[in-house]
């Protein structure tokens, strides 16, 4: 009887519920609003630079279908051409709607939702960037600013252990890594 009722249990468990915990950790690309306040310009300038990062975000179910939760990592740029390198560190907010459960609930059929989470959001955040300016071996700390959409898809190969792929402006434009359910 035990056998039956935790067979028929997790067959109808799903990879994102209203309990989900989610923390992932994962490597990609991104690309962060710098605000050089230096003064080149009478009131400074702003510019955009792509870096590379080591993510790490958690994400919390405040519904059967959406999650908020936080982004931080550390990035940064090698020199770029000869004029600067930096090193960045951002910080920020995420919600993300888990469509593919809304969809595995609505289906008659098994698509496999509880090893496969596929999700649409929205991120938002700010941090600051170190540059090293060449020209005048000096360092400047930069205020970073980032906000954009992201997609995205875990698929759990174990029950708590997910490989995590993530497409979007803003926090990454690609990031791949692992999610592990608490």
Not at 12 to 40: C, I
Request: overall charge positive; cysteine-free; proline content about 4%.
């Amino acid at each position: 009887m035990l056998m039956i009722l935790t067979v028929s249990n997790s067959a109808k468990a799903q990879a994102w519920d209203r309990d989900s915990k989610v923390l992932s950790l994962g490597v990609g690309g991104a690309n962060f609003l710098h605000f050089d306040p230096r003064g080149y310009y009478k009131y400074g300038y702003a510019y955009s630079n792509f870096t590379g990062q080591l993510n790490f975000q958690g994400e919390f179910a405040i519904h059967k279908y959406v999650g908020l939760g936080f982004t931080t990592g550390v990035g940064g740029a090698g020199p770029i051409g000869r004029y600067y390198s930096e090193v960045n560190m951002p910080i920020g907010f995420i919600a993300n709607f888990h469509f593919y459960q809304l969809i595995a609930d609505k289906s008659s059929r098994n698509i496999h939702a509880d090893k496969l989470d596929i999700y649409a959001g929205l991120n938002v955040g700010s941090g600051f960037a170190a540059v090293y300016y060449n020209p005048d071996g000096r360092f400047y700390l930069h205020p970073i600013f980032f906000a954009g959409p992201q997609v995205g898809i875990r698929y759990y190969f174990v029950p708590n252990v997910a490989l995590n792929a993530e497409l979007g402006y803003g926090k990454s434009w690609a990031n791949i890594g692992f999610s592990f359910k608490l």
